[in-house]
C-alpha cells in the first residue's frame, strides 16, 4: 500500500516502529498532490517547504521520544481556516494576498502535536456553497469521476482525502460542509455540536451555527482527532466548559440494544435517489443485526429547516462579510473615491452567491423585515430545536441520508440556486438546531459514486454518534 494511502492510526504505527519516516510518509502525499492538483483542483496553496522542515522536525521527535499521536502525519486545511503567516484565501479572491497573523485554535492544537501542514484546501468562497463551484479558484472534482463534483463547501477538503493526498482534512460547516462532501467523495466527516470546538480563527459565516471538525478516512482517526480538537477555548466564549470524552475508548463499546430512530420526513422526500434510498435502506437492516432496535421517528419541522437557515445564515453571513471591506487588509482596487475602493474591490473581490446571500441577509436584517424574517425565522429554529429533542428522549440515535443524491455533474446546479440549496436538505437541520452529525460512507452506486449515511445524536454526544459509525465501518470489512 503507498504510504499516502494510510489511515491516521496506520501511519502513526508505522512512524514509531521506523518502518517509515514522516520525510517519506509527507512526500507521497506532496508527490500525490503536484500529480493530481492540476485536475482535481483540491488544493489553492501547497505548502512544501514547510511541510518538508515540518516532517524533518517529526521524525527527529520520534527519534529521540518525544513525539506524540499526530507527530508527522500529513494534513491539509479548507482555505476558511486561518493559519498564521500561510496564504488563507477562504476561496476568494479578496483574500487573494492575506496572510492571517493568527492560527485558529484547533490548527494550533493539531500542530503543536506535531503534525505536518501540506497546503490550504480550495472551498466556495467563505463556505458559501453545495459544489465547490463557488470558489474562485475553480471547481473540485470529484476523483470517483471528475465530470462530477465534490461537494462543498469544503470539497477541497473531501476530495483530496478521498485522492490520498493527505491523511486526514479539517473543514468547517456551518450547514453541511463537511458531511455532504464527505459523503460525496467516500470519506468520514464529523461536525461536531456548536461549541464543542474552538471557531477563533475561522473565517466567519453565520455565527450562530459555523463549526470547526475533521474529515478522515476511518471513523478511528476522527475520534483520534477530536480528542484534540475540542474542548474549551478563552478565545472563543461559546465553546462549552466541558470534558473532552476519551473517544478512542466511546467509540468501542458495545452498540447492541441502542435505539436508532429513522426520520419519516428524510426517508419520505420527493425526489430522493432511488439508488441512494435503496443503499441507506441495506444499511439500516445491517443495523438491526448488529442488534441495534431501530424506531420509526417524525421530526415535524424538517421542512422549514431549508427556509430557516436560508434567512438565517445569510443575515449573518451579511454582516460578516462586512469586515471585508478590503482597506484592513485583502485586495484593494482603485477607485476614485472612498466608496468606489469599497465597490470595486467586493465586486471584483466576491463571486456571485457571496453578492447574493449580502444582498438577501441585508434584506432580512432591514428595519420592517427584521420581525418578518429573521426573527420569525429564529423561532421556528427553536421549533427544529424541539423537534430533535422529543426525538432524542425516545432514542439514542438518529441516522439518515446525508445527501438526497451522489455526486451530481459540474455545472448541473450551478445556475440553478434552489435546486442547489435543496442539496442540504438532509444536513441544515441538525446545524440550524447545533447537534452532532457524522458521516460515514456506506456504500456506491453503479456508476461508483460514494453514498453516505447521516448519524445524529444529542447535542455534546460526539461519542455515541462516532460509537455507531465505528461500528457501521467495522462491519464492512
Ligand atoms: N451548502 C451550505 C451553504 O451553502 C453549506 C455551507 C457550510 O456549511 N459552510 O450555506
Known amino acids: 500500500m503507498e504510504l499516502n494511502a494510510l489511515t491516521i492510526k496506520q501511519a502513526t504505527t508505522g512512524l514509531q516502529n521506523k ?20 485536475d482535481i483542483n483540491a488544493f489553492i496553496s501547497v505548502t512544501e517547504d514547510e511541510a518538508m522542515d515540518a516532517a524533518k522536525k517529526a521524525d527527529e521527535a520520534i527519534k529521540n521520544g518525544s513525539s506524540k499521536t499526530l507527530t ?19 476561496g476568494a479572491k479578496i483574500l487573494d494576498t492575506y496572510t492571517p497573523p493568527h492560527t485558529a485554535t484547533v490548527i494550533e492544537k493539531i500542530l503543536s502535536e506535531g503534525a505536518v501542514l501540506v497546503g490550504k484546501q480550495n472551498c466556495d468562497a467563505f463556505g458559501h456553497g453545495a459544489s465547490n463551484e463557488n470558489s474562485m479558484y475553480g471547481p473540485v472534482k470529484n476523483p470517483h469521476d471528475t465530470t462530477k463534483v465534490a461537494g462543498g463547501s469544503s470539497g477541497g477538503s473531501a476530495a483530496a482525502l478521498a485522492d490520498n493526498q493527505c491523511l486526514f482534512s479539517i473543514a468547517e460547516d456551518t450547514g ?6 464527505a459523503s460525496l467523495c ?13 471557531r477563533y480563527g475561522i473565517m466567519p459565516m453565520a455565527s450562530s451555527l459555523d463549526t470547526v471538525g475533521p474529515m478522515a478516512k476511518t471513523i478511528e482517526d476522527i475520534a483520534i482527532l477530536m480528542e484534540v480538537m475540542a474542548g474549551n477555548d478563552k478565545k472563543d466564549a461559546t465553546t462549552v466548559n466541558q470534558e473532552v470524552p476519551m473517544y478512542t475508548k466511546e ?21 430522493m435517489d432511488e439508488e441512494v434510498k435503496h443503499i441507506i435502506e441495506k444499511q439500516i437492516e445491517a443495523l438491526k443485526k448488529m442488534g441495534c432496535k431501530i424506531e420509526p421517528i417524525s421530526l415535524p419541522h424538517t421542512k422549514y429547516a431549508v427556509p430557516v437557515y436560508y434567512i438565517v445564515v445569510p443575515s449573518e453571513d451579511s454582516s460578516n462579510m462586512g469586515r471585508l ?9 482603485k477607485g476614485d473615491s472612498l466608496y468606489d475602493v469599497y465597490a470595486n474591490s467586493r465586486r471584483n473581490g466576491f463571486p456571485e452567491e ?43 440515535l438518529l441516522v439518515t441520508p446525508t445527501s438526497p443524491f451522489p455526486a451530481f455533474g459540474l455545472g448541473e446546479k450551478k445556475d440553478d440556486i434552489i435546486s442547489m440549496y435543496l442539496a442540504d436538505v438532509f444536513v441544515s437541520p441538525g446545524a440550524v438546531a447545533g447537534i452532532p452529525g ?24 460526539e461519542g455515541r454518534v462516532l460509537q455507531l459509525g465505528h461500528h457501521i465501518q467495522q462491519a464492512q470489512s
Open 176 to 181: 453541511g460542509s463537511i458531511r455532504q462532501p
Open 186 to 198: 467516500g470519506v468520514a466527516g464529523l461536525r461536531p455540536s456548536y461549541g464543542r470546538n474552538s
Open 354 to 396: 457571496v453578492k447574493r446571500r449580502i444582498m438577501v441577509g441585508t434584506y432580512a436584517l432591514s428595519a420592517g423585515y427584521y420581525d418578518a424574517y429573521y426573527k420569525k425565522a429564529q423561532k421556528v429554529r427553536t421549533l427544529i430545536r424541539q423537534d430533535f429533542e422529543n426525538a432524542f428522549s425516545k432514542v439514542d
Open 325 to 333: 471591506d478590503a482597506i484592513r487588509y485583502g485586495v484593494q482596487e
Open 72 to 90: 508527522g502525519i500529513p494534513f491539509g486545511v479548507k482555505d476558511a481556516i486561518c493559519v498564521k503567516d500561510i496564504r488563507s484565501t477562504g
Open 438 to 461: 457524522l458521516s460515514v460512507p456506506v456504500g456506491n452506486t453503479k456508476a461508483r459514486l460514494p453514498v453516505g449515511l447521516q448519524v445524529m445524536g444529542p447535542r455534546l454526544a
Open 251 to 271: 467509540i468501542i463499546k458495545d452498540i447492541s440494544g441502542m435505539k436508532i430512530g429513522v426520520p419519516k420526513e428524510y426517508m419520505e422526500l420527493e425526489g
Open 19 to 38: 518502518e517509515f519516516s514522516s520525510v517519506e510518509l509527507t512526500s507521497a502525499c506532496i508527490n500525490r498532490i503536484k500529480k493530481r492538483n492540476s
